[in-house]
C-alpha cells in the first residue's frame, strides 16, 4: 500500500511569506502529527491531529498552524516566515492513536528553507 | 531539559562488529512508551520498536536487540553482526502517557548517526 506522502519535497520561501505544505496519510489511517527536524533542536512536536481536530500542540508560536481534512489528509501553514523556520518538516500517520503510543509512519519530509 | 539523551553524537564501526546506541529518558510518568525511529538519507523515520513501562522483557528481532531497565532509566539498542546497510541516523523517543497536555507526542533524543564501513 501507499506510504505517507509529502508535497512538495522541496520549498525555497522568502522571509516574510507564508507557506503550506500537505501531508497525505496511508488509507485507512485517520491520525496526523507533525514534527519540524531541525540541526540545533532536533526533531520537536508540532501538533497532532485526529478525525479533523487537533488534539495536541507543541511549544511553537501561532505562526504555526494546522488543520485536518474529512479524507485525513493534513496541511499545516506557516505564515511571517523567518530565517528559523528553516527545517525539514516530517508528517506522520497512524491508525487511531497517535505517534505516541503506536508505530508511526512518517513520509520523507519537506525541505524548507527560508531566504 | 532533555527527556530523552543520547550521549552518542557519532558511531563509526566495520562491518561484522557489534554495536550498541545508548538512550537514557527522563520522565515522572508512570505509564509511558519508549521507541527507536531509523532514519536513512531519504529522510524518513523507520519504526523499529515500541516498548511500554510496565514491559522489561529484552527484545530480540533478528540482528536487533533492545535492552530495557528501568532502574536506570535506559533503553539500549544492539545491532549484531552490523552491516553497511545499517548506516542511518537512530533516534530514541519517548511519550509519557499520564499527563494530559503532553499525552501523545513523542520526545526524541538528538541521535546517533551510525557509519558502518565495509
Known amino acids: 500500500k501507499a506510504g505517507v506522502t509529502q508535497t512538495p519535497r522541496y520549498l525555497i520561501k522568502t522571509r516574510g511569506q507564508q507557506v503550506t505544505l500537505s501531508c497525505s496519510p496511508i488509507?485507512?489511517?485517520?491520525?496526523v502529527s507533525w514534527y519540524q527536524q531541525t540541526p540545533g533542536q532536533g526533531l520537536q512536536f508540532l501538533f497532532e491531529?485526529?478525525?479533523?481536530?487537533?488534539?495536541n500542540k507543541g511549544n511553537f508560536p501561532g505562526r504555526f498552524s494546522g488543520r485536518q481534512f474529512s479524507n485525513s489528509r493534513s496541511e499545516m501553514n506557516v505564515s511571517t516566515l523567518e530565517l528559523g523556520d528553516s527545517a525539514l518538516y516530517l508528517c506522520?500517520?497512524?491508525?487511531?492513536?497517535?505517534?505516541?503510543?503506536?508505530?508511526?509512519?512518517f513520509g520523507q519530509g519537506t525541505r524548507l528553507t527560508v531566504v | 531539559a532533555q527527556k530523552v539523551t543520547q550521549a552518542q553524537t557519532e558511531i563509526s564501526v566495520v562491518e561484522k562488529e557489534d554495536v550498541t546506541l545508548d538512550c537514557v529518558y527522563e520522565?515522572?510518568?508512570?505509564?509511558?512508551?519508549l521507541f527507536w525511529y531509523k532514519q536513512p538519507p531519504s529522510g524518513e523515520l523507520v519504526f523499529l520498536i515500541r516498548?511500554?513501562?510496565?514491559?522489561?522483557q529484552n527484545e530480540i528481532s533478528g540482528r536487533y536487540s533492545w535492552n530495557f531497565q528501568k532502574s536506570t532509566s535506559s533503553f539500549n539498542f544492539t545491532i549484531t553482526a552490523s552491516q553497511v546497510v545499517d548506516s542511518a541516523v537512530y533516534f530514541c523517543?519517548?511519550?509519557?502517557?499520564?499527563?494530559?497536555?503532553?499525552?501523545?507526542?513523542?520526545?526524541f533524543g538528538r541521535g546517533t548517526q551510525l557509519t558502518v564501513w565495509p
Open positions: 520522565t515522572r510518568d508512570t505509564t509511558y512508551y
Open positions: 488509507s485507512g489511517h485517520r491520525s
Open positions: 506522520a500517520s497512524s491508525l487511531g492513536q497517535g505517534a505516541g503510543w503506536s508505530e508511526a509512519f
Open positions: 523517543a519517548l511519550s509519557e502517557a499520564d499527563r494530559g497536555s503532553t499525552l501523545g507526542r513523542l520526545y
Open positions: 516498548r511500554n513501562s510496565f514491559d522489561e
Open positions: 491531529y485526529f478525525s479533523e481536530t487537533q488534539r
